[in-house]
């Protein structure tokens, strides 16, 4: 049975830039300070906004200048550099996940400590989560013919979207034509 999980990427600009409310250093609740505290980070201003963007924001699977856009639209003075390094440590201490899905950009996401796989359409870049057991035990058992045992994976799926409401359904853009 497939479970799905809500997710979103590859939205445009103009739409990441809103997808996470202005996030002002008296608003970050406390256990987004103490989150980082846990992991053995410093709760610096850059990073509890970052962790905060993610938490609260619409949009699940962010880019480095995914964010970079939402800080902007907050007016916030943080640089591009710094949400690549801050990235990078979120990653490095397990709060965040890094995929790279057809665009081979970083596209990161909240750590929740569930695994689930990923549907990407090729036609306007969302992504969907799920799980699914049947394909999960699949993989084991392949594994075990195979004479492995997995230790992690990762399963992307990449499709032509056949929903309705896809704004780019049935488009071939050149980006879509290596994969």
Not at 36 to 41: A, D, E, P, S, V
Not at 54 to 73: I, N, P, S, Y
């Amino acid at each position: 049975m497939i479970k799905h999980c809500s997710g979103w990427g590859g939205l445009g600009p103009d739409q990441a830039a809103t997808a996470a409310p202005r996030i002002r250093l008296g608003e970050i609740p406390m256990t987004t300070i103490e989150e980082l505290k846990n992991t053995g980070l410093k709760a610096t201003l850059p990073r509890l906004k970052i962790l905060e963007i993610f938490q609260a924001g619409k949009q699940r699977h962010m880019t480095a200048e995914d964010v970079f856009r939402v800080l902007l639209e907050d007016r916030s003075d943080i640089g591009l550099a710094t949400v690549y390094r801050v990235l990078a440590q979120f990653e490095q201490a397990g709060l965040v996940s890094r995929s790279n899905f057809e665009s081979n950009k970083a596209v990161y996401e909240i750590n929740e400590g569930q695994h689930h796989d990923h549907l990407v359409c090729l036609d306007c870049g969302k992504v969907e989560e799920f799980y699914d057991a049947e394909i999960e035990q699949r993989q084991q058992a392949v594994a075990k013919v195979k004479g492995f045992a997995i230790a992690d994976h990762s399963l992307s799926i990449y499709a032509n979207c056949t929903k309705n409401e896809c704004p780019n359904r049935g488009a071939t853009p050149d980006r879509h034509q290596h994969l």
